[in-house]
């Protein structure tokens, strides 16, 4: 059964209005460490979520269980959840039928991949570290999303995506790499083996520097992470709604430097694209900073009900979920500047700190979109221009509006970070970002030496 | 469910498997949550499928099928082998002997949180969100949550459990905002209240509606509260703010699996090493770390393990030494030391991992207000806010959502956005008081993340107020 086969049975199986949402996921995660693969995991699933609908009360109900007596207790389930729930005037109804847009986003030669294929090209990355111990995975997967409901609304998208991922450490050494794409063909897991190689040899006998304000250079794996967190508050409607984003009273200011644009553009085919959202909506575009001025957030058909000036969903609607964040920006997209090269920025930087990927941030100040973390896996000062000697891991505490206020430059190639971590279902969205350089990158205290 | 897990293992060990072990799960999850009068969330997932995991020539395997027939269970069983022989290099694994065991364990639940109408669920949080309401107060929130776990475990060496686990949770927040100052406030936890194993006499005695005034009055003042200021200073942190200390800072570099590095490329690695194991000093003599899936009501307790070892209790840290790690049957072979034990998986389409279980700090003498008499110029921080660690669980930095200065032994002015910095061992040799059985309480998390692909667990920590002293306060950007 496809995903909307399995939407169509589950709308059937419900009575009156009701929208279906399925799910279907074929995967396998080759995760080594060490240089050798120890928890290979291969997973196949359905799963479809129901939302009865009666007037102006709803209800939902998931299950993998899709045979039809499965969905006659979904449906039951369903049912009783809308009728034991108060009206909600602010509802606004199951999305209208609409036609997506085509888009790119499927490769049947990922989609065919096996255990044998992972393995095989988790083993590319391992053979290509050499000596260097690495640590990481070769995943990839074919799903479908698909939504119907009882408006006549029927859609379905078939998506692949892959990504090798290599952590390469040894004692007082580590440097880290990444490709994630939605044709596996387009991923190179040796070249991503090596890249973080060459990080992890240059980092050895790393020292510290004072905490203080440094200008910075931010690899795309730093500067997607700080984005991805910053955008959970700040660049979703809930969000702007309840005040918590920076956002707030802020749409329409010049709060960027003007070499800062930035949408969500789900359609991207160098991302990974999708044609609508978990509402069944089609996805548009959405310029969230245009040089530099915010110009609004992402929607979803609730919280466009709710805004108090005049708003329409812009198909930002989120699996069930990660309803509690309301409608969120995957396809997060930062327009390229014109450098040629990360140590082209490092010559407009001139004296910093050069950073590779960040670890474990944490939102300390969600209205000022303050964020804390601490770097690692290749984290060097710039100094005369030049990126020179490795740095400890070192925390940082920024507010990310701070960190875009004054930017020297990014580079004209923008890479897809995969943001992923592969909780509940496989949804694949990612940031596709340059790399940045920054006048103001607030270092707060010194951590352990790179490596394992 | 056990033919299933029968047929699983059979097919395995029949293609050459040296060890297979098969688990059905199925989970049912259910939540009511309601925002500034409305209900914003009501969820109620079941999910359903076979695991199996097996090692072929030393290598691991796992696949999974959420189809619960023979058909799914051999199909599952063989693409386990697949993935193993294809992922075979230079294994060698030994697994910790464990007794065979069969067995039946059922969690205690007075009231089944299921039987409990869906209307009445609704209701507790709309009262409680009501309660909420006040000067300055943006947003109200309340949840409701349960979830049961049904499931069997067969292995080739002859293990048989069963288990059924119930939990419920609740909780209320409320968000403030004036002058462009946000801050939010909650009860009994953070962001996604308290779990328990428990049945429904436990959201029952939260008494949220009860405790809203207080935290909507609270978020209320700490929009008008001072900024925490910086400095180095004596810091006692509340129950819950302890709970996340252990969590963040102990039991994830415990973990036996993160010291051998493989989880490195995810959640991080372990400053401490396999001969740290009985001779490393994690803090001061106050500090004492059990890891115990026996504890009655405990998110992290159970009757077996994924892997089919019996609970027990563990010390993990005593009076400041390093004795124990969280292990597997693999990693405790590895350090020789221990038969696993702290094996969980995320429901039946994940492979089991070195989780913590339930892992607390167990209490000393007095109460909080005796903590606090000892204190002459210091912070109290209550209810976690925010929290980062580095790979290693060495550099921490957490926030909470509301404290207070405290002089000359008492509670002063009301601070918001505090937050403390500091390096693992550094921090809890500064321990100089753990407040007493008194004040100790259960504190359940249910986002626990780590693996690729993710897992999230639901552990609880025993956790009682506690000093430290020489702690670096209120980072700024």
């Not at chain 1, 108060?86 to 030669?109: C, H, I, K, Q, T």
């Not at chain 1, 969230?288 to 005049?310: I, N, Q």
């Not at chain 1, 430059?409 to 279902?425: D, I, K, M, P």
């Not at chain 2, 976690?384 to 207070?404: P, V």
Request: charge should be negative.
């Amino acid at each position: 059964m496809s995903a909307l086969d399995v939407a169509r049975a589950a709308l059937a199986a419900a009575d009156g209005d009701a929208e279906a949402v399925a799910h279907c996921e074929r995967s396998g995660l080759a995760r080594f460490a060490g240089s050798e693969i120890h928890q290979p995991t291969l997973i196949e699933n359905a799963v479809v979520t129901l939302r009865v609908v009666r007037g102006n009360r709803y209800g939902i109900a998931t299950t993998n269980d899709v045979d039809p007596k499965g969905l006659e207790e979904l449906a039951r389930r369903a049912s009783a959840a809308a009728e034991s729930t108060p009206p909600d005037d602010s509802f606004p109804g199951l999305a209208p039928a609409a036609r997506p847009p085509d888009v790119d986003g499927y490769d049947e030669s990922t989609a065919a991949l096996g255990p044998d294929d992972q393995a095989r090209l988790a083993a590319a990355a391992i053979d290509a570290a050499g000596d260097m111990p690495v640590y990481g995975f070769f995943t990839s997967a074919s799903c479908e999303l698909a939504v119907a409901s009882s408006t006549g609304l029927g859609v379905e998208q078939r998506m692949t995506d892959a990504t090798a991922l290599v952590l390469a450490a040894a004692e007082g050494c580590s440097g880290y790499a990444e490709h994630t794409a939605w044709k596996a063909n387009d991923i190179d897991p040796s070249a991503v083996a090596r890249e973080a190689v060459d990080k992890a040899v240059r980092t050895k006998g790393a020292g510290a520097v004072e905490p203080g304000v440094y200008r910075a250079v931010l690899e795309p794996y730093a500067f997607a992470d700080l984005l991805e967190y910053f955008s959970h508050d700040s660049l979703g409607a809930l969000g702007l709604l309840e005040k918590r984003s920076y956002l707030s009273d802020r749409i329409g200011q010049q709060v960027a430097d003007e070499k800062i644009t930035i949408a969500d553009d789900p359609l991207d085919p160098r991302g990974l694209p999708k044609a609508f959202d978990f509402e069944g909506t089609p996805k548009q575009r959405v310029v969230l900073f245009e040089r530099g001025v915010a110009r609004g957030v992402v929607w979803d058909r609730a919280t466009a009900a709710r805004a108090e000036s005049e708003a329409s969903t812009t198909g930002h609607a989120g699996p069930v979920e990660s309803a509690d964040w309301g409608p969120l920006p995957y396809s997060l997209s930062v327009a390229p500047g014109e450098a040629d090269s990360v140590e082209e920025l490092a010559e407009l930087v001139g004296d910093g700190i050069y950073i590779t990927r960040l670890h474990y941030l944490g939102v300390i100040d969600p209205r000022e979109g303050i964020v804390t973390g601490m770097t690692r896996d290749g984290t060097f000062r710039i100094r005369d221009g030049k990126i020179g000697e490795p740095l400890v891991n070192l925390r940082f505490t920024v507010s990310v509006p701070d960190l875009l206020r004054e930017v020297f430059g990014l580079t004209r190639h923008a890479a897809l970070v995969n943001s992923q971590n592969f909780y509940g279902e496989r949804y694949p969205y990612g940031v596709l970002t340059p790399a940045l350089a920054a006048a103001r990158f607030t270092i707060t205290g010194v951590g352990s030496t790179p490596g394992i | 469910m056990r033919d299933l897990c029968a047929a699983a293992v059979d097919a395995a060990t029949a293609t050459g498997a040296e060890y297979a072990d098969a688990r059905v799960v199925l989970k049912r999850s259910q939540l009511v949550a309601t925002k500034n009068g409305r209900v914003d969330r009501m969820t109620d997932a079941e999910s359903q499928g076979i695991g199996v995991r097996v090692l072929v020539d030393g290598a691991w395997g796992f696949a999974c099928d959420r189809r619960l027939t023979d058909e799914g269970a051999r199909d599952a069983a063989l693409r386990a082998c697949t993935f193993a022989r294809a992922a075979a290099g230079r294994h060698v694994r030994t697994l910790a002997p464990v007794e065979r065991h069969t067995g039946r364990h059922e969690s205690k639940a007075e009231q089944d949180p299921f039987a409990v109408p869906l209307a009445d669920k609704v209701d507790l949080c709309l009262r409680a969100d009501a309660a909420l309401a006040g000067p300055d107060v943006i947003v109200r929130q309340a949840m409701v949550r349960a979830q049961r776990e049904h499931k069997l475990l067969l292995s080739s060496e002859g293990t048989e459990v069963e288990q059924v686990l119930t939990e419920c949770g609740a909780g209320i927040d409320c968000a403030a905002s004036r002058d462009g100052v946000f801050q939010v406030r909650s009860y009994p936890s953070a962001a996604i209240g308290s779990s328990r194993q428990s049945g429904w006499e436990f959201v029952d005695g939260l008494r949220l509606a009860d405790e809203a005034p207080r935290v909507a009055e609270q978020a209320a003042a700490l929009v008008r509260a001072d900024p925490c200021p910086s400095g180095i200073t004596t810091v006692v942190l509340d129950g819950d703010q302890v709970a996340l200390q252990v969590h963040e800072s102990v039991g994830h570099p415990t973990e036996l699996d993160r010291v051998y590095g493989t989880e490195a490329s995810y959640a991080g690695t372990s400053f401490l090493r396999p001969g740290d194991l009985g001779s490393l000093r994690y803090g001061s003599e106050h500090m004492n770390i059990t890891a115990d899936p026996t504890t009655s009501g405990g998110l992290g307790s159970f009757g077996f393990d994924d892997e089919g070892v019996p609970a027990q209790r563990t010390p993990v840290v005593e009076a400041g030494r390093l004795t124990g790690f969280l292990t597997s049957r693999e990693t405790a072979a590895r350090i020789g030391a221990g038969g696993g034990g702290s094996m969980r998986a995320d429901g039946w389409n994940r492979m089991p991992l070195v989780r913590m279980t339930n892992l607390h700090i167990e209490p000393g003498e007095g109460t909080l207000d005796e903590l606090l008499a000892d204190v002459d110029d210091g912070i109290y921080m209550e209810t976690n806010r925010s929290w980062s660690i580095d790979d290693k669980r060495l550099n921490f930095q957490f926030g909470t959502q509301i404290a207070w200065e405290i002089k000359n032994g008492e509670r002063g002015r009301m601070l918001r956005d505090a937050t403390y910095t500091g390096i693992t061992p550094e921090f809890w040799g500064s321990l100089d008081a753990v407040a007493g059985r008194d004040s100790w309480r259960l504190y359940g998390l249910t986002n626990c993340g780590k693996g690729q692909p993710g897992q999230s667990a639901h552990v609880s920590h025993g956790a009682a107020p506690a000093r430290f002293r020489n702690v670096q306060v209120g980072v700024k950007a």
